[in-house]
């Protein structure tokens, strides 16, 4: 699912790309902000990226499938104990 971003965070991005690069290519400054907003945006458009609120969802969903086993987990120790004490199985003789 294809997330969108706002677009001021590749403006900023690229702002300060083009802000690091050295002063002999300030004359470049604008072509390679650009270039670089440009790059950003195919780079990460490409990315197979969820929103937020989708992965807050799916870690909800994590959480009580989590709780869940849990609960199963003790459920099953508990079964198994009690059929341990009991002891084995009583086999009748054919």
Do not use: I, Y
């Not at 690229?14 to 050295?22: F, G, I, S, T, V």
């Amino acid at each position: 699912m294809a997330t969108h971003f706002d677009p001021r965070f590749f403006e900023d991005l690229a702002k300060r790309l083009a802000d690091a690069m050295p002063p002999q290519l300030a004359a470049l400054k604008g072509d390679l902000e650009g270039n670089f907003k440009s790059v950003l945006q195919s780079g990460l458009a490409k990315l197979d990226l969820v929103t937020r609120q989708e992965f807050d969802v799916q870690a909800g969903v994590l959480g009580r499938t989590r709780e869940k086993l849990t609960v199963l987990e003790a459920r099953l120790a508990a079964l198994e104990a009690e059929l341990a004490a009991k002891g084995p199985p009583r086999t009748e003789p054919r």
